[in-house]
């Protein structure tokens, strides 16, 4: 579910939607789609957002959440020390232990760059379930950027 708030009501942990720029290596899109294309051209793309620090009233850093198609293991081609798993993304082949489920899909987390975000007066999109303060600390200390 997702309801729409205020961008200084967010908390560490929270998942959100925001436009964010994704490093071409992360990319498993399909070439000739416009999500690969924007990644290409270094634009910025729509994103379920997790909330790492916020001041409440200039600025968050986030990183983002993708399920890479909503495949039940995280495409060969990519780094695996740039994702911290969410449950049920498995277990094996990781040096991190998955993170608790937020919603039943396995889900990774981008450890490669933090992105800071300008609070604004416009509503975004909250997604209900958040993470636990526990897993945002794990999380900030596996940030490579």
């Known amino acids: 579910m997702r ?3 205020y961008m200084n009501t967010l908390n560490p942990g ?3 939607y925001a436009n ?4 071409k290596a992360d990319l498993t899109a399909h070439p000739g789609s416009s999500t690969a294309r924007n990644i290409n ?5 729509p994103r379920i957002c997790l909330v790492l620090y916020t001041d409440r009233s200039t600025t968050m850093k986030v990183t983002y959440v993708a399920t890479h198609g909503y ?30 489920p937020t919603n039943g899909t396995p889900q990774w987390v981008s450890l490669r760059y933090t992105h800071t975000i300008r609070i604004t007066w ?24």
């Open 71 to 100: 495949k039940a293991v995280l495409p060969p081609e990519l780094d695996r020390t740039m994702w911290y798993p969410i449950s049920p993304a498995p277990l094996e082949n990781y040096d991190l232990p998955p993170l608790p």
């Open 41 to 45: 051209e270094g634009k910025p793309v």
């Open 122 to 145: 416009h509503p975004v999109e909250k997604r209900d379930e958040s993470l636990l303060p526990s897993a945002v600390a794990a999380i900030r200390s596996k940030m490579r950027g």
């Open 3 to 5: 309801s729409s708030v």
């Open 20 to 23: 964010v720029v994704i490093d």
């Open 14 to 16: 929270d998942l959100f």
